[in-house]
């Protein structure tokens, strides 16, 4: 099974601020990663597929990259509304998500 | 717009057989996609459990052992989950998701989500 491995598990930051989070494959995935937002007691929200492809409705500070085996979520700059757990998710073989990071308020 | 719904029962006893349904609106189950299976224990991350397609075949996470049960009832649009021989490890908020589809080989993420339904395990 394919692991990924996601860092930090935690940040703090402050609105205005960017954020990047990497998760990391145990082996290549091309560009089969997708990244997701949850917030407390809701359900995971897609952000980005195809390891760089925004959703739709996704505001733009959101932004994805890498391919192979190690992935980037940035957020240009941090608003209010983002404060939450970020997962990526690998859909090269079978699923399997990283651990989270989550988003605190600085 | 495509929108999922969990329901089941909210308590299981140990031992016993867990069942979620996933019912589908807004949209055909009968579509290019893979209908998900995930749950998240209270306080930790996303495990995912499985896939079906609606020609019936299934994958599954092969770090489970074979307790899990993916089915599909394509007359009611709508698919389940059945977990046999629970433990307090299967305390979770259960999510049934949908997979879109870019192409026939690339997938476009879990773009729909069910609300998530809390399957608490005890006697």
């Known amino acids: 099974a394919i692991q990924m491995t996601q860092s930090p598990s935690s940040l703090s930051a402050s609105v205005g601020d960017r954020v990047t989070i990497t998760c990391r494959a145990s082996?290549?995935?091309?560009?089969?990663l997708g990244w997701y937002q949850q917030k407390p007691g809701k359900a995971p929200r897609l952000l980005i597929f195809?390891?760089?492809r925004l959703e739709s409705g996704v505001p733009s500070r959101f932004s994805g990259s890498g391919s192979g085996t190690d992935f980037t979520l940035t957020i240009s700059s941090l608003q209010p509304e983002d404060f939450a757990t970020y997962y990526c998710?690998?859909?090269?073989?079978?699923?399997?998500f990283g651990q989270g990071t989550r988003v605190e308020i600085k | 717009q495509v929108q999922l719904q969990e329901s089941g029962p909210g308590l299981v006893k140990p031992s016993e057989t867990l069942s979620l349904t996933c019912a589908v609106s807004?949209?055909?189950?009968?579509?290019?996609?893979?209908w998900n299976w995930v749950r998240q224990p209270p306080g930790k991350g996303l495990e995912w459990i499985g896939e079906?397609?609606?020609?019936?075949?299934?994958n599954y996470n092969p770090s489970l052992t074979s307790r899990f049960t993916i089915s599909v009832d394509k007359s009611k649009n709508q698919f389940s989950l059945n977990v046999s021989s629970v433990t307090a490890a299967d305390t979770a908020v259960y999510y049934c998701?949908?997979?879109?589809?870019?192409?026939?080989?690339?997938?476009?993420?879990?773009?729909?989500w069910g609300q998530g339904a809390l399957v608490t395990v005890s006697s």
């Open positions: 195809a390891a760089s």
């Open positions: 998710l690998q859909d090269r073989v079978y699923r399997s």
């Open positions: 807004g949209g055909s189950i009968s579509t290019s996609n893979w």
């Open positions: 998701a949908r997979e879109g589809s870019l192409n026939y080989y690339n997938s476009r993420g879990f773009d729909y």
């Open positions: 079906i397609y609606h020609s019936g075949s299934t």
């Open positions: 082996q290549d995935i091309r560009s089969d």
